[in-house]
């Protein structure tokens, strides 16, 4: 049974950073693609940011620049490093593994104006 955790949101003000951890077991990130959406209030689930098997990563316009994508095989772990926060990043953050995807329970990022 494949699960995945994530750690690390919290409240941040604006400029901040932020390292969103998703612990993968059950499945193999080295062997997956993996990846991260958010879902703010009132607002339909967004991508956010991708990692495919062979390292490809793609991100959404909205974070290009400010957020990276990573994945360490030996932990089995995906990260997402978020720099310069903006409010408007302020949602539930979600990672996902595999095909059909499974998700995880979420972890709420907060940003302060």
């Known amino acids: 049974q494949v699960q995945l955790v994530e750690s690390g949101g919290g409240v941040v003000q604006a400029g901040g950073s932020l390292r969103l951890s998703c612990a993968g077991s059950g499945i193999n990130f080295r062997f997956n693609a993996a990846g991260w959406h958010r879902q703010a209030p009132g607002k339909q689930r967004e991508l956010v940011a991708t990692v495919g098997s062979g390292g490809g990563k793609n991100y959404a316009g909205s974070v290009q620049g400010r957020f990276t994508i990573s994945r360490d095989n030996a932990k089995n772990t995906v990260y997402l490093q978020m720099n310069s926060l903006k409010p408007e990043d302020t949602a539930v953050y979600y990672c996902?593994?595999?095909?059909?995807?499974?998700w995880g329970q979420g972890t709420q990022v907060t940003v302060s104006s």
């Open positions: 996902y593994g595999g095909w059909p995807p499974t």
